[in-house]
């Protein structure tokens, strides 16, 4: 089945400790983009890649990593979580760098106290 | 820069109703516009698209057509269900395959 997958689905974590979520698909996508999701907000991307070792800063980069050594992973690093990056992730990916239709993950709700 | 505007707040509406949320764009060029729906607990998922003007996108009953001269991709339905009953987002594509997304929509079907 064509997926994207992300984990944890659910983490709670405190300020400063460290974390990934992994996003992987299994669709030979090129393109991968990590999204938050926040009420009032709607979508925002945060990074973006659009193949192995090419990646990019979305609109809201501020205290995220990621890398793309594999093309169908996408993990998404929070190396010092602070309570502002409490939010709902997406991970989603399409075929081609030019406009297609993106499929999404399930979403990672992430919550730093 | 592109963004996207939809109408402000929650939709509710009685089973069999007609649905319409509005979405209004701005755009360098010419942009592809879509609606995506989110259900309960889950990703988002593309629900109809249009890549040109006067294109109209449909699936599962719903409709939008891409209106340049009003920067505009309504999306409607003629009878909903409460199967419906999701958040919308309408999106515009700028630059390397990247979504400009709306806040989103509410929409809450009654029995």
């Known amino acids: 089945e064509a997926q994207v997958t992300q984990n944890p689905r659910y983490l709670i974590t405190v300020t400063g400790k460290k974390l990934t979520v992994t996003c992987s698909q299994n669709?030979?996508?090129?393109?991968m983009s990590w999204y938050r999701q926040d009420p009032g907000l709607g979508l925002r991307q945060i990074y973006y890649?659009?193949?192995?070792?090419?990646?990019d800063k979305g609109d809201v980069p501020e205290g995220y990593k990621v890398s793309r050594k594999e093309k169908r992973n996408f993990p998404l690093i929070l190396e010092s979580p602070s309570p502002n990056q409490t939010s709902l992730y997406f991970c989603?990916?399409?075929?081609?760098?030019?406009?297609?239709?993106?499929?999404f993950g399930p979403g990672t709700r992430l919550t730093v106290l | 820069g592109n963004s996207v505007t939809q109408m402000e707040g929650p939709v509710t509406l009685s089973e069999e109703a007609f649905l319409t949320i509005n979405c209004t764009y701005t755009?360098?060029?010419?942009?592809?516009l879509f609606w995506y729906v989110q259900y309960p607990g889950e990703g988002l998922q593309l629900l109809l698209k249009?890549?040109?003007?006067?294109d109209k996108g449909s699936n599962k009953g719903f409709e939008a057509t891409y209106r340049k001269e009003t920067t505009s991709f309504h999306l409607e339905k003629g009878s909903v269900q409460v199967s419906d009953s999701a958040v919308y987002f309408c999106?515009?594509?700028?630059?390397?395959?990247?979504?400009?997304f709306g806040k989103g929509n509410q929409v809450v079907v009654i029995p």
């Open positions: 989603a990916s399409s075929l081609q760098r030019g406009v297609d239709t993106q499929y």
């Open positions: 669709m030979n996508h090129e393109y």
């Open positions: 890649s659009m193949n192995v070792e090419v990646t």
């Open positions: 755009a360098t060029g010419y942009p592809s």
């Open positions: 249009a890549t040109k003007a006067d």
């Open positions: 999106a515009s594509s700028y630059g390397n395959n990247r979504l400009a």
